[in-house]
């Protein structure tokens, strides 16, 4: 990886809204906590004291956002992110456990707005210096599974989560087609598992990953 400094590792969880990428990142951060690794937990967007107003737009904002001008949203938390927290913790050697990150916007600004995935992940690497993680989990589920849970813990929707579901199958193939394009990188999981069976076979992955 381009960005990172060998004594850090950066890992990212991607899928579709309903996959279950919180409650594992919170399990895998307890778990390396506990092994005696630094931790630092972050999000896209809203990593940051920029991505905090950002994210209020592009995830709350009433009112349509042309789909040029929300990837470039994205983009602009994403630079600020990497910049001011990823980068300095791995520096530090840290292991950072990251909600979303260029992934995502490939597979929503690209697949589903469907503006070019090409140019969308092109934007996010000049705007990162094309850093890239050590380690991405993919949480693949079916969109009607995913919708069906989000329902039962939703009161509210934002403006992904809320899109039809021909968006979300577009979103989820395209998490796919990246998956396949970058088997070294990726884990791809089975998000429809039981909880603790899915954060075991991640830990197995990251200790792959933490050479221990």
Known sequence: MEASSPSGLWITLEGGD???KSTQAALLER???DEGRTVLRT??????DVGVAIREIVLHHRGDIDPRAEALLYAADRAHHVATVVRPALERGEVV???RYLDSSVAYQGAGRVLDPTEIR???LWATGSALPDL???LDIDEGAARRRLDTSRTRYD????????FHARVRSAFLDLAAAEPERFLVVDAAQQIDV???TIRARVTTALGS
């Open 18 to 20: 309903g996959s279950g």
């Open 43 to 48: 999000r896209e967007p809203g990593g940051s």
């Open 136 to 138: 991405t989990v993919l």
């Open 31 to 33: 778990w390396l906590v």
């Open 122 to 124: 092109e934007l996010s």
């Open 198 to 200: 899915i954060a075991e």
């Open 159 to 166: 403006r992904l989560e809320a899109e039809k579901a021909e």
């Open 97 to 99: 456990v990251q909600d």
